[in-house]
Nanobody, 125 residues
Framework: QVQLVESGGGLVQAGGSLRLSCAAS????????MGWFRQAPGKEREFVAA????????YYADSVKGRFTISRDNAKNTVYLQMNSLKPEDAAVYYC??????????????????WGQGTQVTVSS
């Protein structure tokens, strides 16, 4: 069993930065992937970024490439999402997720068995 707790959300002006954290309790196996998803009001949950826990391979949605960076700290069992050059369209509830790594499916919510409660990111224009 894995429990995930996100933190770091808040209000930021467009062009600003935030760093989200996702602390995992329970064992994160080397075969896991950790992902970030987001959901804005009235929209479906969408993939943002993911990282292969064992080899640190990263994956990004086209909309955030070059602006967001996902990373992980094994010792702290924590995944981070550094978000730079934020835009109003980045505003959403951001969710951390964990699941077994499956090549080609890291962007699919169904690949992830464990989810955090979400943290709100608001971007003012």
């Amino acid at each position: 069993q894995v429990q995930l707790v996100e933190s770091g959300g808040g209000l930021v002006q467009a062009g600003g930065s935030l760093r989200l954290s996702c602390a995992a309790s329970g064992r994160i196996f080397s075969g896991y992937a950790m992902g970030w998803f987001r959901q804005a009001p009235g929209k479906e949950r969408e993939f943002v970024a993911a990282i292969n826990w064992s080899d640190r391979t990263t994956y990004y949605a086209d909309s955030v490439k070059g602006r967001f960076t996902i990373s992980r700290d094994n010792a702290k069992n924590t995944v981070y999402l550094q978000m730079n050059s934020l835009k109003p369209e980045d505003a959403a509830v951001y969710y951390c997720a964990a699941g077994y790594y499956t090549l080609g499916y890291t962007s699919h919510p169904s690949n992830y068995a464990y989810w955090g409660q979400g943290t709100q990111v608001t971007v003012s224009s």
